[in-house]
């Protein structure tokens, strides 16, 4: 029954009262008042039908003034039998709104209320709450407004309600479930990853180890010509035959720089971070290689280095670059055994999405470095491996399986990714792909400038601190030639009570390592408590650069990486005296 058919029977119903009414008073007629009676008769009746057998229920409410003020209350003047059954209240008809139910009177007067001031309809959802239904509801002033009526059809939504809070609740714990499965998911995969990260580390490890053998023999090896150049060198002095000192001062000092690069070599694989990425000009590096390699690969091969003009920079170790140009010219010469050719080729690439999705690189530019052989290639089952660590084809004692897993480490590290193309019989080409970097590079050599070593100015003091006797020696021997004062302390507190003294220092030159529990870097800070404007050198091996925190040294200290040679020590004690900050 819509709104509408209501509306009209209650019209039809209110103009046969009227009719009726006018009559009797009019016309004492019985057969018309009869014949009026009958109409009015089965027009209630279709109305009752209608009324009584609806599945929604109906009522219809009458508004007065009530002690909460005009039109604040209603009472039900017509219910149908539905209207129990959905609303959970029996008999209403006769009951007023606010003694039926007067804790949520106010919403439903406010509901109804405007449909009787206004006139429009209402659609609406609301609990009545003393029965904990859920209505559905319609409203529609009944006209004329002078009635004061409104009738109301509605149904009872609680199960429908309840399905959908149910769907609802289901939903969220689904999802609940779903995300706290993928957390599972993720937190595993971050095990795994912490695994396979001890693992790799571990097997790093296990490659130092056996890397160890090798080395301890090179550096035997080393020490032998330092070891014997100084004895030669002592035995010539003592005879007074100096004129040939200079070649064995030569072979020591050339045999201590290869040891102090082995050293720098093995430390920076076994480090977990890379070492010091900074802007490379890789340009440079391969044209400051290529002797070497050369020289590495044998007469048999013909090295080529093509490099392309305006390449771009890209932020990394340069040792460990060229490191893993090494190890894949060496590749290049075991894939080679009657000779051939390796060529070296560096190049800017700028990789759309499909070129970068291709190589598992964000799009981007990169640049490249290429080295082709013309030897043996590959076949895919050993490209697929050639990475992995301890993975080799070469004989016991030739391959390690370490080399490119090396570069690769180095190279994801570093952003980038390498490629190997080969064809069976005819050649390989292993291709290095390094993310460019957006600046120039950094102008950090520029303190290395050589400069003559000036004497000192009258008075000039010096303080080292290291708890090595041989390193206190060879620095007071720099100082003292170069006309410095020099004190010095073996440990932190020894040093500190002479730098709170009022003795005369223009530099600290201190270990970061030391005994007596106090670093060289908590010694800097100590000292200047009293001296802010202290200059400080620190000297370090290599684990000890985080308590420096690495670069981020404050103004008026600098860094030099042991092992350094003399010539460095001395220039950079004259610059960092003569500099006014
Ligand atoms: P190693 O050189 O000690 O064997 P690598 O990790 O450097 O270890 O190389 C792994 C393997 O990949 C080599 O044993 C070899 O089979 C293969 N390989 C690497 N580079 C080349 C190349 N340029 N040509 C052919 N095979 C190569
Ligand atoms: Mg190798």
């Not at 149908?80 to 039926?100: C, D, F, S, T």
């Not at 490099?307 to 040792?319: E, K, M, Q, Y």
């Not at 610059?575 to 900050?581: A, P, Q």
Request: hydrophobic share 40%; net charge negative.
């Amino acid at each position: 029954m819509t709104p509408d058919e209501i509306q009209r029977l209650a019209d039809r119903l209110q103009e046969l009262e009227a009719e009726n009414a006018r009559l009797k008073a009019r016309d004492g007629s019985t057969a018309r008042l009869r014949e009026a009676e009958e109409a009015l008769a089965e027009s209630e009746e279709r109305y009752r039908t209608l009324f009584e057998s609806i599945d929604e229920g109906f009522c219809i409410i009458e508004f007065f003034d009530g002690p909460h003020g005009p039109l604040s209350d209603y009472i039900h003047i017509e219910a149908n039998p539905a209207y129990a059954q959905h609303a959970g209240i029996p008999n209403v008809v006769g009951q007023k709104l606010r003694e039926m139910v007067p804790d949520e009177a106010d919403a439903w007067v406010a509901r109804y209320g405007a449909v009787l001031r206004t006139g429009k309809p209402i659609r609406f959802e609301q609990e009545l709450v003393a029965t904990g239904r859920q209505l559905e509801l319609a409203a529609f002033r009944i006209e004329p407004a002078s009635r004061r009526q409104v009738a109301v059809l509605f149904q009872d939504i609680t199960a429908r309600k309840k399905a959908e809070v149910a769907l609802q609740r289901l939903n969220e714990t689904l999802e609940q479930r779903v995300n706290d499965a993928i957390a599972e998911r993720i937190r595993e995969q971050e095990r795994l990853r912490a695994t396979e990260e001890a693992l790799r580390q571990s097997q790093k490890m296990e490659a130092v180890g056996q890397l160890t053998g090798g080395i301890a023999h090179d550096f035997n090896n080393l020490l032998t010509g330092i070891m014997g150049s100084l004895e030669l060198l002592r035995t010539r002095v003592r005879q007074g035959r100096v004129d040939d000192a200079d070649r064995y001062i030569m072979a020591a000092h050339s045999a201590s720089r290869r040891a102090a690069s082995l050293i720098h070599r093995l430390l920076a694989f076994s480090r977990r971070q890379p070492l010091d990425p900074k802007p490379t000009d890789v340009n440079r590096l391969v044209m400051g290689m290529e002797e070497l390699l050369r020289r590495t690969v044998g007469p048999q091969i013909a090295v080529d280095v093509v490099t392309a003009g305006g390449l771009w920079s890209t932020l990394i170790d340069a040792p460990q670059l060229e490191n893993a140009l090494l190890n894949l010219c060496i590749n290049a010469r075991d894939a080679m055994p009657d000779g051939g050719r390796i060529t070296i080729e560096t190049a800017n690439k700028w990789l759309d999405e499909r070129a970068a999705a291709e190589r598992d690189l964000p799009p981007g530019q990169y640049l490249s470095v290429c080295v082709t052989d013309t030897g043996t290639g590959m076949t895919p089952e050993v490209m697929a491996n050639a990475f992995d660590p301890f993975f080799t084809t070469k004989p016991m004692g030739q391959g390690t399986g370490l080399g490119l897993s090396m570069v690769y480490g180095f190279v994801r590290q570093s952003g980038g990714q390498v490629r190997i193309y080969s064809e069976l019989g005819h050649g390989t080409t292993m291709c290095l792909y390094l993310p460019r970097h957006y600046g120039t590079e950094a102008d950090h050599a520029a303190v290395a400038v050589r400069m003559e070593p000036a004497r000192a100015q009258a008075g000039e003091t010096v303080m080292i601190v290291d708890d090595e006797p041989t390193v206190r020696m060879l620095v007071i021997d720099v100082l003292h030639d170069q006309g410095y004062a020099a004190v010095e302390a073996k440990d932190g507190p020894e040093a500190l009570r002479i730098l709170q003294s009022d003795a005369r220092i223009d530099l600290l030159i201190t270990d970061v390592g030391l005994p007596g529990g106090m670093n060289g870097r908590q010694l800097a800070d100590a000292a200047r408590v009293t001296r802010p404007d202290l200059k400080v050198l620190f000297i370090t091996g290599y684990a000890e650069n985080a308590i420096i925190g690495n670069a981020q040294l404050a103004p008026r200290m600098q860094l030099l990486t042991k092992p350094f040679v003399m010539e460095d020590l001395a220039s950079r004690i004259r610059g960092m005296i003569e500099s006014d900050d």
